[in-house]
């Protein structure tokens, strides 16, 4: 057997753990990942799946709301064929007596609209307030990924197939020879790697290290090497184009730019000029945005290596408190037009929004950072 990460939040809730799914393992379980899903969350998502079949929990789906469109996300969700599925808002039919279980997110954030009362909250971030009725299995390490494999290893039952030959062998619930372990730890792999920023963010521990190392072992090589050099499609190449003539000099060493607007399946090019931006030579924070059709709503990437700027202060200074988080340098915010439709505009009148969106916005950032 594998010895477990030995992370001591998990090790102190396992058991309370065990005991909820197996009282109730003959009703669904919602395992729910934020919107929008970053690969941290949909290996969350998945490696919690295979925690609740394994104690028996075999009525368990993974759902999210919003859109998987970064490109590597849809390359994790294409190679390894994730269970994850678009939740239904509105029409969703729930079982009566469903559970849920919130991974890589709490109660109450701005990008969790999935509008149920989790019964356990797995997560990695900051948590401001706990719920006594809530089970929390809690740390601040580098990735939910890193929490989600440890309680798969710390979770080990009796081999009841075994039974009347001696002592019964134990089974535990990541098992490295089991079909489908391969594409479990390549996922879980991928959501430490990305979520640690290769390791290099201040919130990775011994434990993200620790759990990677284990993983590297058991992974597909091959899958692992596909997601990570994901192929970009053409758009995001012409909306950066896009982004560098809209580029404002004067900001400098800041880099701020506007792509007029895209359509939601393809706003993903927004973190991916962000991230691209971010490594040009001088830059020490860069800001990229746009208004997205078909949600009616700006959203923005924030990135910055700058010691005298943080990044969710400078989220809330530009877009507005509650629109938006941040952690270890990179964030991002969603502003809706609440009262009118882009999409129903005339283009004169689009013109004008985007006018008045991109004035507004640089602004407020040369405010923030002047």
């Known amino acids: 057997m594998i010895s477990p990460i030995g992370n001591k939040r998990v090790k102190a809730r396992k058991d309370a753990f065990v005991k909820l799914v197996t009282e109730n393992k003959n009703k669904r379980w919602y395992v729910c990942s934020h919107d929008n899903p970053d690969p941290d969350s949909i290996a969350s998502a998945v490696g919690m799946l295979h925690i609740l ?137 991928i959501g430490i790697k990305t979520d640690t920023l290769d390791f290099l963010a201040e919130t990775t521990t011994s434990d993200d290290f620790n759990a990677f190392r284990i993983l590297g072992r058991h992974l597909s090589d091959d899958k692992f090497s596909k997601i990570v050099n994901y192929e970009f499609p053409q758009y995001v190449l012409d909306f950066e184009m896009i982004a560098w003539q809209n580029r404002r000099p004067e900001f400098q060493p800041n880099f701020i730019t506007g792509i007029g607007f895209v359509d939601e399946t393809k706003s993903d090019c927004i973190p991916a000029i962000a991230d691209k931006m971010m490594r040009l030579q001088g830059v020490q924070t860069v800001v990229v945005y746009g208004i997205v059709t078909g949600e009616n709503a700006v959203r923005a990437s924030v990135r910055t290596s700058s010691a005298s700027i943080d990044c969710q202060t400078l989220l809330d200074d530009v877009f507005g408190k509650g629109n938006g988080g941040a952690k270890q340098g990179i964030g991002g915010a969603k502003v809706v037009f609440n009262v009118f439709s882009p999409d129903e505009m005339s283009a004169e009148n689009r013109d004008s929004l985007w006018e008045l969106t991109k004035a507004q916005i640089e602004r407020r950032f040369e405010r923030a950072t002047g």
Request: hydrophobic letters at 35%; glycine letters at 6%; one cysteine or more.
């Open 53 to 189: 079949h394994f104690l028996g929990a075999e009525d368990a789906q993974a759902v999210y709301r919003g859109e998987i469109s970064h490109p590597q996300n849809r390359a994790m969700i294409n190679v390894l064929q994730t269970p994850i599925r678009k939740w239904k808002n509105g029409n969703e039919v729930i079982p009566e007596g469903s559970l849920f279980i919130f991974v890589d997110c709490s109660c109450g954030q701005k990008n969790m609209t999935i509008k149920v009362a989790p019964q356990i909250v797995v997560d990695h971030h900051k948590i401001s307030t706990h719920n006594k009725d809530i089970l929390y299995l809690h740390d601040e390490v580098g990735a939910c990924s890193t929490l989600i494999f440890d309680l798969a290893l710390s979770i080990v039952m009796p081999d009841e197939s075994d039974e009347g030959e001696g002592e019964n062998p134990e089974l535990q619930c990541f098992d490295p020879d089991e079909d489908g372990s391969k594409e479990l730890a390549t996922a879980l792999a």
